[in-house]
Structures are given as structure tokens and as C-alpha cells.
């Protein structure tokens, strides 16, 4: 409960932050996006896990307001980030469950594109499984209203959950996200290379594109390109920087 007031005070006193962790195209090597990952540094307890924060804010409804800020910050930085630039960034945003249910997101995505000036096609909403998993028809609507923007559309922590595929192939869904616990044991581990081929081919034959998380090895990244998965994310490339950092990080590449 303590943190849950702290949090209530949280947006207010600027003790939230974005981190931008870069996606890469491993065929280039140049960077196509970014993830934007909610930080907090608490004033006495330092930094915050989102892993202990963030079911507190879906608890107590706080991740409704927070979750509205972190879209609208994260459009706001990428569409001045995307400034002259000849191939523009695309920025992803995590939905959690209580977000979308609870929320008319077309309604706010359409409110916060025009109002921060982000290009629709620059801007990737993460949900997760059990997201479009439940109320199956709702849900199937609104991904429809949302990819009608022009917005794309990713499936988050890809195989941890319960995903229909007949149901699956009939979601707007631009991409599938392969959960990092299933890079991590690459290419050692058959269990990981048969689930992360397995994804590869799932989405080679539904029409999804694909991104790795948590790509921490030259390995792992050689293996997921040779298996077909030519987008990557993870501490081989870049940690999640704080918008200027990530900035600098940006110019200081080829
Ligand atoms: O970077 P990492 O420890 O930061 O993220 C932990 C988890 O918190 C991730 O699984 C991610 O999905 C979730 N998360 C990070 N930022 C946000 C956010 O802005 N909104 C929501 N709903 N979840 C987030
Ligand atoms: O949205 P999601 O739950 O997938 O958030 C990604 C999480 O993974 C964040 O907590 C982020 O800090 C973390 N992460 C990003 N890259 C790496 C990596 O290469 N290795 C590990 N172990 N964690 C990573
Ligand atoms: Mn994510
Ligand atoms: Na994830």
C-alpha cells in the first residue's frame, strides 16, 4: 500500500522516466526502433523494478494515467527523433491487459498520434497473449480499430502464453516478439532451438514478422538470423538508455 501511494504521487513529482532500448535489423545492422521501457526512481528507495511496480500500478488502476503518459512521452521523443531522418524510427509501447480492457486504446492512440505528430506506421503497441487470448471478439475489434490507424501491432513475451493459432492467424498482428527466455539457451540448448524454430516457421507461414528479446551473445543473434528472425533486441546490442543517452547513442552510429 506504501508503494502504491508513492506511486500515486509518482507522475506528478517526475520521479517517472522512459528508457529506449534499440531494436536492430541484424541483415544491416542499423537500428530500426526502439523499446520504450517504463523506469522509476523512487525518492528514498533509488530505482524500482517494473516487475514490483508495474502489477502494483495494474492493481490499483494507476497504470491507467501512467500508461497514457508513457504513450504520449514516447510518441512525443520519437516523432522529434524521427525529425530529417531518411528512415524514420519505429517506437514500441507495452499494453498491459488492464490497459486495453479498460481503455478505449483506438480512441487515445488516434488522440495522442495527432497530438505529438508521430507517423501511425511509427508506432508499435506490445500486447501480450493472454491480452488478445481473452474476450476474444472484443478484442479482435479493437486490434481492427487500431491497425486502421495505421498503427502496428506486436505480440509480446511470444510462447510463454496460450495463444490459439486458428484464432491467432485471424488477428490484424504484425509481429510476433520471441521471448527471451527461449534465446537464452541458444544455440545449445535443442529445447530453446526447437521452440525458437518452431516460432520462425510459425510465422514465416501465418505472415507475422519477428523480433528476439534479450539477444546477449553473437551466438545467439547468428543463430536467430540463420533460423530466419532478422530483428533483435538485447544487451548484445544496447541496454534501455534514457532518452538523451539514447540519442547520443543513435548519432554516434554509422
Ligand atoms: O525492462 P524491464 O525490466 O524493464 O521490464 C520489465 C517488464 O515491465 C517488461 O516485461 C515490460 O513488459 C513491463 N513494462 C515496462 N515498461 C512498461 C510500460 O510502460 N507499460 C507496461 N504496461 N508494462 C511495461
Ligand atoms: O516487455 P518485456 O517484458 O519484454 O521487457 C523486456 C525486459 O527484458 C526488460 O526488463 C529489459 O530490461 C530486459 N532485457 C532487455 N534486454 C535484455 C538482455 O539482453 N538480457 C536480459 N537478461 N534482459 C534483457
Ligand atoms: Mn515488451
Ligand atoms: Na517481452
Redesign the pocket.
Known amino acids: 500500500f506504501e508503494l502504491e501511494q508513492d506511486l500515486r504521487r509518482a507522475i506528478d513529482n517526475g520521479e517517472l522516466w522512459l528508457?529506449f532500448?534499440p531494436q536492430i535489423d541484424m541483415r544491416s545492422e542499423r537500428v530500426i526502433g526502439m523499446?520504450t521501457?517504463l523506469r522509476w526512481t523512487h525518492p528514498t528507495l533509488g530505482p524500482v523494478?517494473?516487475?514490483k511496480f508495474i502489477p502494483v500500478a495494474e492493481e490499483s488502476g494507476l497504470i491507467l494515467p501512467i500508461g497514457e503518459w508513457v504513450l504520449a512521452e514516447a510518441c512525443r521523443q520519437a516523432a522529434r527523433w524521427n525529425q530529417g531522418r531518411a528512415r524514420p524510427l519505429r517506437v514500441a509501447v507495452?499494453v498491459s491487459a488492464v490497459q486495453f480492457q479498460r481503455q478505449n486504446w483506438p480512441r487515445l492512440v488516434e488522440k495522442t498520434l495527432h497530438q505529438t505528430g508521430l507517423a501511425a506506421e511509427c508506432l508499435e503497441l506490445?500486447v501480450t497473449e493472454s491480452v488478445v487470448m481473452q474476450h476474444i471478439d472484443a478484442v479482435a475489434m479493437r486490434l481492427r480499430a487500431l491497425k486502421a490507424l495505421g498503427v502496428q501491432l506486436a505480440i509480446?513475451?511470444f510462447g510463454t502464453g496460450y495463444s490459439s493459432l486458428a484464432y491467432l492467424k485471424r488477428l490484424p498482428i504484425d509481429r510476433l516478439?520471441i521471448?527471451?527466455s527461449f534465446?537464452?539457451g541458444l544455440p545449445s540448448d535443442s529445447g530453446d532451438m526447437a521452440i525458437c524454430r518452431a516460432i520462425v516457421g510459425l510465422a514465416s507461414s501465418l505472415g507475422f514478422s519477428l523480433i528476439a528479446?534479450?539477444?546477449?551473445t553473437a551466438e545467439q543473434a547468428t543463430c536467430l538470423f540463420d533460423m530466419g528472425c532478422c530483428e533483435a533486441?538485447?544487451?548484445?546490442?544496447a541496454?534501455?538508455m534514457p532518452g538523451d543517452e539514447f540519442l547520443t547513442w543513435l548519432q554516434a552510429r554509422p
Open positions: 528508457a532500448q523499446e521501457l523494478s517494473p516487475a507495452n506490445e509480446d513475451d516478439k521471448d527471451q534465446v537464452r528479446e534479450g539477444v546477449e533486441q538485447g544487451w548484445r546490442y541496454r534501455a
